[in-house]
């Protein structure tokens, strides 16, 4: 006759926990040791930075930069080698000038049929007293236009690099400007306050009389330009940008290049065709003459006084 | 004058129309009217080259009222339509190809900014293609140089603002050096355009004066344009610039910027100094050798790369090397060949940028080799893209890797000179191609057991897929209709010589009714 045991006796038993554990019932180690939830394994700002700093100093060590000896050489003789290349590559071209022909001779090269019909037929084939003006904007106005996009292009870059969004630049625009500029400095304002509307209307002139005295489109932005940053940089942005903000500037700058754009397109085409050119030349010295100098002289004018208070703006907070 | 012979002009002004309109447009509207733009200048040029070709000729736009020597001017034969086009489908494929990577890289107020850039830089290739003005082309070459660095610095760390400098230095010197040997060569001959520059060039040598300075002319020339097209010595700008701006522009920097400024130069040895005055200069013995150098050096730093982008960038100072060997050789048929691999080039390194961007992306965003281990089977257009792309850069036959070195081995025979280094060099730069394009292709088509990397099939990316495959046919066609091509180049470059002469008595019989 077999032993039995009582079903407690058998709970009680080695064998009965361990097949019990096998099976899964149980974790034996559940409420007996005591356990802590595992947490990320962090490391510390200052051991990471200490980590770096002995790697560093590891390769300091190993490769000694500073007391290297050939490096050091390597780099004077560089220094020396780019400094004779560059004074030998002056005197070359220097060399060189004397061998071309002297300025002011009348059997130079350059004194050509192009620069004779130039001065003798320009007035009477652009209707413009400025020479230069004639040149550039009826002569070679493709070449004209290509430049004026060369600003627009520069200044498509500019913003690519330094363009903020609207946020960061309300933000920006408390915190810089406050700092490092006199706030409302009273001579500074009468100045321009004088000056500004004077600069304005010089810049619009020279602007316009670009077909009849020195001056044109490019040097009369400029002036326009300069007149916008005195104001800026006496008035601050805010005041600027009650008549001058960026939709102020896109619609001035896309309207400018598109119109010149549209009469250069006329004025290639037609020309290239042997088509009739129904733009008048107009009496020479007269402000409406010029035939197309005019309308391109105003587009190329704004658009250059664009680019010089966004260059400004954009270098001094990131927007307009 | 017939409607077609409009259209040049008409892609020229299109496109500066379209870039100023871009920058006041919405990312989309922007991203839509640069691809139609694209296509438009592209059927445009098709019918240019229809034109010229059928009709065997070369005619001269006047740009303006006034005719050539006082106004500007464009000339247009086959050879100008036929890189017009080529150029048109490169970059319309660059850019379908890179674009979701431009979702991620640049910022989305920042999109029609890029667009922007992109239309003027279509452009200025064009007008560096047709003009047949020396400052015409030198005011366009400047919007190309701006718009280069825009097109490096628009994915903004501090790598690409670093490689965007860099190019920016070095690029401007190319401008700066250009801009003086025009300024030389007029005071030499006193015009700008091209082949009133030539009659005059050619009187100078004959009457031997003004030696010097035409040679320190055309030596600044030749340096400036080699600079911007990375020539070996001068490449240091390249490898940072290409390997680290977004898809898009790696593929356009590498296959249409370079081009470009060869292709001037090409015109400039034509058509403003004449090929001979060019040959007995001695410049081509300088850009044989450095063509050469370029080859192996180019070939030496790829090698020891381990970031497939920047292997992909170096592998074009090796390609730029061949281009230069082609004109040291100094006949017509190298000059041809040189030509003809342009255009190789172009496919395949665009091909090959946008392929590694479809590696990279299924390998955790690591351009490393050995984490691309395997990446052609979790993206098989990528991996066959690559493979095609690369076995052309080798030179398998049926690829235009392949015709181009043909080209340029049948034309280094006729040099006894320079017979034997060409075909040497031409040979080791093949095995060193070979030894890092097959290891590449060889890497990622191992089969590797890894659950991490996510696989993308040809559904998810529909377009970039359709790219790829446009690529890939597109450069079969290239290699295997080789003879059509070369035949339109051979048409093109004779045109260019033989019609300097009835221009230059036309345009000497209406300055003397004036």
Redesign the interface.
Known sequence: MSKLKQTQDYEKTASFKFFRWISGEKDPYIGTIEMQEQSEHQVEDDTITERMWEKQMIIDEIYDVDHNRILTKFHKLYKIAAVLFCVALTFFLLLTVSYLPRTGNAANPDNNEVAQRYIESGLQETGAVNIVSGMILTYRAFDTFGETNVLFIATVCVMILLMVDEKTLEERSEARLNSGRIKDDIILQMTAKFLVPFILIFGIYVILNGQNSPGGGFSGGAILGAGLILYANAFGIKPTQRFFNEKVYRIAKVSALCMYGCIGLYYYTMGANHLADHIPNGIPGHILSGGIILPIDICVGLEVACTMYAFYALFKRGGL | ?EFV??FP??SI?LC??A???S??LKKNAAKWLNTILIIVVGAMSVAVLYYTASMNTVYV??????SA????ELRIGCLEAGTALFFCIIMLLSLLGGRTHLEEDVES??HN??Y??IN?LL?SLL?LVYTN?L??AY??V??NT??A??LI??R?NGRT?EAAIRYMIMSLLGSGMLL?GIC?L??????LLMSNIHE?VLSIVAEGT?K??LL?AIAIISVGLAIKSALFPFHAWLPDAYGYSTVSSAAILSSLVSKGYIFLLIKIIYRVLGFEVFHDSGIINVFFIFGLCGMIFGSFSAIRENDIKRMISFSSVAQIGYIYMGFGLGTKEAMIASIYHIFAHAVCKSLLFIASSGLTDVSNRSRHFVDLTGAAYRNKIAGVGFTVGALSMVGIPLFPGFISKLLFAQASILNHGKMLPALIVLAISTILNAIYFLKTVIRIYIPVENGRNLTITFRQQRLFGVTLLLFIVFSLALGSCSQPIVDLIRQGLESEIISSIPNTIYQLAQ?LM?
């Open positions: 004058m012979q409009n002009a008409f002004m500066l129309f870039g100023i309109v920058s006041v736009y006047q740009m303006g009222r006034f020597p006082w106004g500007n107020s920042r900014l890029y922007v850039l003027l452009s007008a003005d400052f015409t005011v366009f400047e919007i701006i718009a660095c825009g610095m628009v903004q603002i003086l030389m007029y005071d030499l001959t006193g015009h005059q003004y010097v300075p320190v300055s004036i």
